[in-house]
């Protein structure tokens, strides 16, 4: 079993910036993606950006709408972080921490990212 706990959501206006973080804990060792996605109200829940570790890759997937506005990092199998810049209203949402571990995969319980002037 892995926890994940997210932090860093808030209320900030059009244009600004969030660092939201997510910390695991449990059986961590196992952890071979980590990655944010998010659901804004009425429409389904969407990558929004996702870093391997199998095999120490880092390699990295972002969704369209947020790229080169986002970066997604890790600390190990610890912490996985979504830096978020050039926030706009379409980015309200709740943003949720998965990691994948083996064939099993483990959600935060969300955090809410509401982007308004």
């Known amino acids: 079993q892995v926890q994940l706990v997210e932090s860093g959501g808030g209320l900030v206006q059009p244009w600004g910036s969030l660092r939201l973080s997510c910390a695991a804990s449990?059986?961590?060792?196992?952890?071979?993606?980590m990655g944010w996605y998010r659901q804004a109200p009425g429409k389904q829940r969407e990558l929004v950006a996702d870093?391997?570790?199998?095999?120490?890759?880092?390699?990295t997937v972002y969704a369209d709408s947020v790229k080169g506005r986002c970066t997604i990092s890790r600390d190990g199998r610890n912490a996985v972080y979504l830096r978020m810049n050039s926030l706009k209203p379409e980015d309200t949402a709740v943003y949720y921490c998965?990691?994948?571990?083996?064939?099993?995969?483990?959600w935060g319980q969300g955090t809410q990212v509401a982007v308004s002037s």
């Open positions: 998965r990691v994948v571990s083996g064939t099993s995969f483990y």
């Open positions: 449990g059986s961590i060792s196992s952890i071979n993606s």
């Open positions: 870093i391997a570790i199998i095999c120490s890759s880092g390699n």
